[in-house]
């Protein structure tokens, strides 16, 4: 089935630092990827739809300059994370709907989630 | 605002028993409603998905019903065993791309804690 790898699993860092997390499909071509946010006891919370070639479309409440998105191809999307503080604290989880076109608004799609990134800051 | 409840929030049930998990939303206008599976600490397993025009679902064990006008879904997982332990979570997808400026975007409910005891 199709694969969607989240990398790190884990990050431990210091107040200050930028983080950057790596979500890739593995086995399918992803046009459009989403960032998720999840806090103890509480739902997945959208930070962002990241399509490949163009900027990432944020929630309302979601930093753009703190929270960087990149698409730059058909598997990969990337989130770093700038200037992490213990609030930015949280599991953050990828996923990829497949498809290959720019109007994919196919939520027919199967949507793909990766496992997860835990971030702690110091 | 698109809002998803799931009741209860958490449930333990000895091993064998059938049991229902509940989700409600507050917009009938979903393109369709997914069930996950989400182990700790690890992303989501999709379960089921039921498109805004079915009623249910149903893959081995589990069945999804869909009752839209009313903005309800139920997961019913038959004869459980100790390895479906895990928090289960409800989503729906929107139409529009009002909510949230996303289009087709998934609401996630809060899940429902599931465990089954040998």
């Known amino acids: 089935g199709a694969v969607v790898s989240q990398h790190p699993s884990w990050v431990i860092c210091k107040s200050g630092t930028s983080v950057k997390i790596e979500c890739r499909s593995l086995?399918?071509?992803?046009?459009?990827m989403f960032w998720y946010r999840q806090f103890p006891k509480q739902s997945l919370m959208l930070m962002a739809t990241s399509n490949e070639g163009s900027k990432a479309t944020y929630e309302q409440g979601v930093e753009k300059d703190k929270f960087l998105i990149n698409h730059a191809s058909l598997t990969l999307s990337t989130l770093t994370v700038t200037s992490a503080h213990p609030e930015d604290s949280s599991f953050y989880i990828c996923?990829?709907?497949?498809?290959?076109?720019?109007?994919?608004?196919?939520?027919?799609?199967?949507?793909?989630f990766g496992d997860g990134t835990r971030l702690s800051i110091l | 605002k698109q809002e998803v409840t799931q009741i209860p929030a958490a449930l333990s049930v000895p091993e064998g028993e059938n049991l229902v998990l509940n989700c409600s939303f507050t917009d009938s206008a979903i393109y369709n409603l997914q069930w996950f599976r989400q182990d700790p600490g690890k992303g989501l397993t999709s379960l089921l998905l039921i498109q805004s025009s079915q009623r249910e679902q149903t893959s081995g064990r589990l069945n999804a019903s869909l009752d839209k006008s009313s903005g309800r879904s139920t997961l019913y997982i038959a004869a459980s065993q100790p390895g479906d332990s895990a928090t289960y979570l409800c989503?729906?997808?929107?139409?529009?791309?009002?909510?949230?400026?996303?289009?087709?975007?998934?609401?996630f409910g809060k899940g429902t804690k599931l465990s089954v005891k040998p």
């Open positions: 989503a729906v997808r929107q139409w529009g791309v009002n909510y949230g400026g996303s289009q087709g975007n998934l609401i």
């Open positions: 086995d399918f071509q992803a046009t459009t």
């Open positions: 996923s990829a709907r497949e498809g290959s076109s720019y109007f994919s608004f196919d939520s027919n799609q199967p949507q793909h």
